[in-house]
């Protein structure tokens, strides 16, 4: 990535103010803008988020906002409420609160001399989320968005359920926000009133895992910030962004496809990171993209961004599968629909002898996994960057159903969401299936393509799920993530099927056998032809500003360790993100940070899943030290769910504060 130091205007930057909103609250700010925007005013472009500019996004923030403001525009990083050195409290995600007080701020935005009036909010994540939340509530000024690795869907798309079932991923994100949250004010910034601040949000810290286990199916909670409740809401340009190594990326065909507005696509190869420093890589001049995003909507030059198909899709090249991915050979291709302009729909049978475009007779298979499977499909969302991606899947598989077809005798680009058409019967009457389209190399090994986890519950629906009837037979259509992969000539394909998915997803309250129909059962798989568009898409190379001068005193560390107890047949996996201890040299704040999670479960009993995360945040400067210890776990009986944790304060290394949750939650067909 090429660094950047001179722009077409000298940048001046505002390292912190505050905007003070209608009820009384100031919310922090960091801006950069054109040294001469009071005499020439330009666009604002505003990132909101609640993981605080001063020590928690500066790293990116210094590579993305100066070089954004030195072609003309005011970049303005805001700390949500109860966040960084603002005001309040924080008492959830994606609040209507949240959502007010940006508006607020887009409407303060307007009224500053520096800025032109138009207003684009981008953001990646939370920022992505709420970029879509705000366009959604039409406030004047926003005019266009860049929305990153975010969704339209709250329910289906999140951290907390996906096909109906629980991930894991739900306490792991509390148990993030949890840390993140509780995390005192600088000091040099609010003066005296930082402890008093601390103390607040330590006060009305929520243990978010808690609500969240309590909305189950997809209610008006989750509905609330969920624009697809009515794409015609959003009347602003949308740029969405995904990868296809994020937990994201089902959300930009859809936003490309129903939303009324303005609407480009972009997927890459990669995980959950801006795609201008992003791995897997290849990289691409996002900077560059985005500026012809705002150029175009805020400033109304013709930079061709309307000319541009629909989507631009980076075909991923096969990989041999291991947790640590850094690039990704592949090619870039256009269309103007999802998933392709020119392709077909395979339709591949699981028969009785393997996978085949021919139907075979019928057939039922039974069987019942083992609670461990699933211990190589990687994390759900791949966000710290260690060793996170999908395993090789040879250990799942030999405790799976599968179905293999015969070696491919071309090369198959598998573009787009394949669906499995599953008829079925069970044992119990809540269930869950994981469903993997993968490959099989010539010697053996298997990697992942694509796959979904359901809930068989919820066959008929998010909404209101449904008790199966033992013995009873179903047929249910389970949608598997979009994908752009190559599959290689020589290679099989396998649609393995599991009972279970651990750690991703929370077990069954009761071992399940699972009846599959195999006359019944077949897999869609999109196939984009090779003779579709010639267009190739073409990117700068990625480019960014000054990197934030750090000084380091230790290295960060990732340490993902999956282990089986001989004796009992205990799997355990421990994931250790050590972030490193930093000091950021313009303030001389210190900084270290270190996420710890276990996940065990016996082979043969759901309930003996357990669940438990701690973290730590420290900063200090001088003779001031502050630091906070969180913990939080899940375990679970057939009826209820048990939610524990711990919140310690301490300063210079005093207990100052602590409280501890103990809950239970009666479970819902989960």
């Not at 939303?259 to 190869?269: D, E, N, Q, R, V």
């Not at 389970?478 to 992969?485: E, G, N």
């Not at 750690?503 to 059962?521: D, F, G, N, R, S």
Request: hydrophobic residues 35%; proline residues 6%.
């Amino acid at each position: 990535m090429k660094t950047v130091k001179s722009f077409p205007r000298k940048v001046k930057e505002i390292s912190n103010t505050f905007i003070t909103l209608a009820d009384g609250t100031r919310l922090a700010a960091r801006i950069w803008l054109p040294a001469d925007a009071d005499k020439k005013p330009v666009p604002a472009i505003l990132e909101y988020l609640p993981y605080r500019k001063r020590d928690g996004t500066h790293v990116r923030d210094a590579l993305t906002h100066p070089y954004i403001a030195g072609h003309g525009y005011a970049c303005v990083r805001v700390d949500m409420r109860g966040n960084g050195e603002s005001d309040g409290v924080m008492r959830d995600e994606y609040t209507q609160l949240e959502l007010d007080d940006a508006c607020e701020v887009i409407a303060w935005l307007r009224a500053q001399p520096w800025c032109s009036g138009n207003v684009g909010m981008m953001g990646i994540s939370w920022g992505g989320f709420n970029s879509l939340q705000v366009a959604a509530m039409r406030p004047e000024g926003l005019k266009a968005i860049i929305t990153l690795c975010s969704t339209d869907d709250r329910y289906t798309d999140d951290i907390h359920y996906k096909g109906g079932c629980l991930l894991n991923e739900n306490l792991g994100w509390s148990a993030t926000m949890f840390a993140y949250s509780s995390r005192s004010p600088d000091p040099a910034l609010v003066g005296e009133r930082w402890r008093d601040m601390w103390l607040q949000r330590l006060e009305a810290e929520p243990l978010l895992a808690i609500d969240w286990l309590q909305h189950p199916h997809r209610d008006a909670y989750w509905k609330h910030g969920s624009v697809n409740e009515d794409y015609s809401a959003i009347q602003a340009a949308v740029l969405a962004v995904g990868g296809w190594n994020d937990a994201y990326t089902n959300a930009v065909p859809r936003l490309v496809s129903n939303l009324t507005s303005p609407t480009k696509g972009i997927i890459g190869p990669w995980a959950h990171k801006y795609p201008h420093f992003a791995v897997p890589e290849p990289r691409i001049g996002f900077l560059q993209e985005a500026l012809r995003w705002w150029d175009q909507w805020l400033k109304g030059d013709d930079t061709g961004v309307q000319k541009d198909p629909a989507f631009r899709t980076y075909i991923m090249d096969l990989g041999r599968p291991g947790g640590t991915v850094s690039q990704i050979p592949g090619r870039w291709v256009t269309d103007s629909q999802w998933p392709f302009d020119k392709g077909e729909v395979q339709r591949w049978h699981l028969n009785s002898d393997g996978l085949s475009q021919t139907k075979g007779r019928a057939t039922k298979q039974n069987h019942s996994t083992a609670q461990s499977v699933g211990g190589d499909g990687g994390e759900y969302c791949i966000i710290w960057l260690g060793p996170e991606f999908a395993g090789d899947q040879r250990h799942d598989d030999s405790g799976s159903l599968t179905f293999d077809s015969e070696a491919l005798k071309q090369d198959l680009d598998v573009v787009g969401a394949p669906a499995l058409t599953l008829k079925f019967s069970v044992d119990k009457p809540v269930a869950n299936v994981a469903v993997r389209l993968n490959s099989v190399w010539p010697d053996g090994a298997v990697s992942r393509l694509t796959y979904a986890v359901f809930n068989l519950c919820h066959r008929d629906g998010h909404e209101n799920p449904q008790a199966l009837e033992p013995g009873k037979a179903y047929t249910v259509r389970i949608a598997l993530d979009d994908v752009a992969v190559c599959v290689p000539k020589g290679h099989k394909l396998r649609v393995s099927v599991s009972t279970s998915y651990w750690p991703m997803i929370w077990p069954a309250p009761e071992p399940v056998t699972l009846t599959l129909h195999t006359a019944a059962t077949f897999i869609d798989v999109p196939v984009r032809s090779r003779n579709g568009s010639k267009k190739v898409p073409v990117f700068a190379a990625p480019e960014a500003a000054t990197p934030v001068k750090l000084i380091e005193h230790s290295k960060p560390s990732n340490l993902r360790e999956l282990t089986r107890d001989q004796a009992t047949g205990e799997t355990r996996l421990a994931i250790v993100d050590d972030f490193g201890r930093t000091t950021i040299a313009e303030h001389g704040l210190e900084i270290w940070a270190c996420g710890r999670e276990t996940y065990r479960i016996l082979p043969n009993d759901p309930l003996s899943a357990r669940q438990e995360c701690h973290w730590t945040e420290e900063r200090s400067r001088g003779d001031w030290k502050v630091r906070t210890e969180t913990y939080s776990s899940l375990t679970a009986s057939k009826t209820h769910w048990h939610v524990a944790g711990r919140l310690e304060a301490y300063e210079n290394d005093a207990l100052i504060w602590s409280r501890n949750w103990d809950q239970k939650i009666k479970r819902n067909l989960l």
